[in-house]
């Protein structure tokens, strides 16, 4: 009879095949304390000959991941060897062995799990994964001095069953005979899952009743998006499994088909898409996935979580990593957007009764000039490695952003002045996300460079519905005529202008909202990098003018559904 | 001895592969180097990759490395340097 388990869904995909249950470790031999066979010279040795072994296959595993996939994906395994060179793991092993007269293979476990629990109990979570590697190189230690066989050598195409699974263990599966996998513990963002989704295989971590149920041999469905693993499916539920498995096949085909092509509407119009990054961490995702710039960097990750204000030349090096990374993609910084939900404890400022109405992002910065003078002054001398537009978030009035161009002309007439480099041009673009600014878009279009719509506060301000609070989900909707019109507005003006306008808000990332956005002449769309290849195959079956004129039919619309309905038109 | 008083520049913290190529750096170029770091009330050897780890240096973090021995000028200025880069994800 079937059994269905839910686990974690760490890497997309459907896999069906058969169970390869890989036992757990060898559990540890009786301890040879005070064994009269036992022999410290000859287990010393053995560690000995067992760790050089290890560096040589770890090398090799790092060479070939390298060739393969990539000297990022190659790392965790050079990280390995410096782990096993660490002069105080192999002290720690031979004093095992020397003072508590344990076997070399019980002296290397014993060694990699007490600091296993050291880096466990650092406190930092991206530290404390590396445990996984030491209890991993304990595991491989173990494996050379037992002189097993290898338990992960596939002899046919298997779903692979574990307790545990080390990167090593994934890196040294035959992909082509792996079909996915299914992990007791661990979590999406441990390193086998990390490793499973750049290699494409589906996986289910954190699903241990799945792991003690399964058996050897037996039939496995791993639904990797949606974290369920079947076992034993009867022929009706396999039926249905086979037809999900080939259609996501052909779905992740025809979207990394995607990831690397320029967008281009049905009708052959170019558009960009950009990814919103919130920190460095995010760059190598947004090329991956084929990001064509940024359209929305988010500063506050400098200020949060700290004591004092970040200086000029740590904001400086971080704005020059991310436009040297991206190269000639232009890169929109969006300056300091603190208050609202977002809390900056180091600027020190007063409580407020409404802090979504209140003295946040250019208001805050307009107020403590000495703050945003830092950051521009950052900004400018970054803007020689790179393309950049800055962009000034909540701007109200012309008159808010006439005081913010002030401010960085002046700091860059003092750079020049010192003989800083700096590019030819900076833009300076508005952040359309206050109704007034979008009924006002006219004025604002003739003092800037170009708009970038944030999708949520406009909406949020719009429908004056707090777009955290749940019971009012029914107003936050982007796609509602009101919030449309606003769109348009802003649309038209920078059309009229002939300034760029983008949107990066959740709507962007929304395949109907995408295409209503493009028809009402949005000409860069920023989003998660996630979506990109999505939103840009689904921009590839819209006929742009068909699009425009049903944007400008769901305008009229008296509801939002109904507009909801009229735009979905675009993709029949 | 030499000693230098660093913040750490990463955004993502002192993370493995930065934190790797500082004690392969220390390990294979600065043999003769005794190198010790120090966060907070943690002392580390800088050879030991392990207690690297461990040490957790996030960013902004104030660490202090110090070099004995050997080429204390390069080991400073070289190891030194590898906290205050930004490291490519």
């Known amino acids: 009879m079937s059994a269905t388990y839910r686990g974690i869904a760490v890497s997309p995909g459907i896999a069906i095949a058969a169970a390869r249950v890989v036992p757990p470790d060898g559990s540890p031999a009786a301890p040879a304390r005070g064994s009269l066979a036992f022999d410290g010279a000859a287990e010393l040795a053995g560690f000995r000959a067992a760790l050089e072994k290890a560096k040589l296959e770890l090398a090799e595993l790092r060479d070939r991941t390298a060739a393969e996939l990539g000297a990022l994906k190659a790392e965790i395994f050079a990280a390995h060897l410096s782990i096993l060179k660490d002069p105080e793991l192999a002290s720690e092993v031979e004093r095992g062995i020397l003072e508590d007269h344990l076997s070399a293979a019980e002296a290397a476990r014993a060694a990699t799990d007490v600091f296993a629990l050291l880096l466990a109990e ?27 066989a290898d338990p992960l050598v596939l002899e046919r195409r298997s779903v692979v069953v574990a307790r545990e699974l080390s990167p090593s263990d994934t890196a040294r599966l035959d992909r082509a005979l792996t079909a996915g996998f299914v992990v007791a513990g661990g979590s999406a963002v441990s390193h086998s899952s990390i490793l499973a989704r750049s290699l494409g295989i589906p996986a289910v971590a954190g699903a241990p009743d799945a792991v003690d149920a399964i058996r050897d041999g037996a039939l496995v469905v791993v639904d990797g998006s949606s974290g369920l693993v079947t076992v034993d499916p009867d022929p009706a539920e396999l039926e249905l499994w086979r037809g999900k498995a080939a259609a996501w096949r052909a779905r992740a085909e025809l979207l990394e088909a995607f990831a690397g092509r320029p967008t281009r509407t049905g009708d052959g119009t170019k558009l960009a898409l950009a990814a919103n990054i919130a920190g460095t961490a995010d760059l190598s995702d947004a090329l991956a996935r084929g990001a064509e710039g940024v359209g929305l960097f988010r500063t506050e990750f400098l200020y949060m979580g700290r004591a004092d204000l970040p200086s000029e030349d740590e904001q400086y090096a971080v704005y020059r990593h991310v436009l040297e990374r991206m190269g000639k993609r232009r890169v929109i910084v969006r300056t300091l957007d603190s208050g609202g939900d977002k809390e900056v404890p180091c600027l020190g400022m007063p409580r407020e009764e409404n802090p979504f109405l209140g003295v946040r992002a250019i208001r805050l910065c307009l107020e403590r000039v000495d703050v945003f003078r830092v950051q521009l002054r950052a ?38 002045a010192s003989g800083a480099p700096l590019a030819d041009t900076v833009e300076t673009g508005v952040m359309i996300e206050i109704p007034a600014a979008a009924l006002r878009a006219e004025v604002l279009a003739r003092e800037c460079d170009f708009f970038s719509i944030g999708s949520n506060d406009l909406t949020q301000y719009t429908m004056a519905a707090d777009r955290m609070n749940p019971a009012l989900a029914r107003l936050s909707r982007p796609c509602h005529p009101a919030v449309l019109a606003l769109i348009a507005m802003t649309a038209d003006a920078a059309g009229r202008r002939g300034i760029p306008v983008g949107v990066c808000g959740e709507m962007a990332a929304d395949p109907v909202c995408a295409a209503a956005l493009a028809g009402l002449g949005v000409t860069e769309l920023s989003m998660g990098s996630a979506s990109i290849p999505l939103v840009r195959e689904a921009l590839s079956r819209v006929d742009l003018p068909t699009a425009a004129r049903l944007a400008r039919a769901a305008l009229e619309a008296e509801t939002e559904p109904e507009a909801r309905r009229i735009l979905e038109g675009a993709f029949q | 001895m030499k000693t230098r008083s660093i913040v750490i520049a990463n955004p993502t913290g002192f993370h493995a592969r930065p934190a790797r190529e500082f004690v392969d750096a220390a390990t294979e170029r600065f043999p003769d180097t005794a190198v010790t770091v120090v966060k907070g009330d943690k002392r580390i050897d800088g050879k030991s990759m392990i207690r690297m780890l461990a040490l957790s240096a996030r960013y902004r973090d104030t660490v202090e490395l ?24």
């Open chain 1, 379 to 416: 900004l400018l001398r970054a803007s020689a490695h790179g393309s950049l537009g800055i962009m000034f978030p909540m701007i109200a009035t012309v008159e808010e952003l006439r005081a913010a161009k002030a401010l960085l002309a002046e700091e860059r007439a003092a750079l020049a």
């Open chain 2, 66 to 89: 110090t070099v004995e021995g050997g080429d204390e000028d390069g080991a400073i200025k070289v190891l030194g340097d590898f906290f205050e880069t930004i490291h490519a994800e």
């Open chain 1, 122 to 148: 650092s406190g930092d979570p991206t530290f404390a994964a590396r445990a996984d590697d030491l209890r991993d190189l304990g595991r491989r230690l173990v494996r050379l001095l037992d002189g097993g």
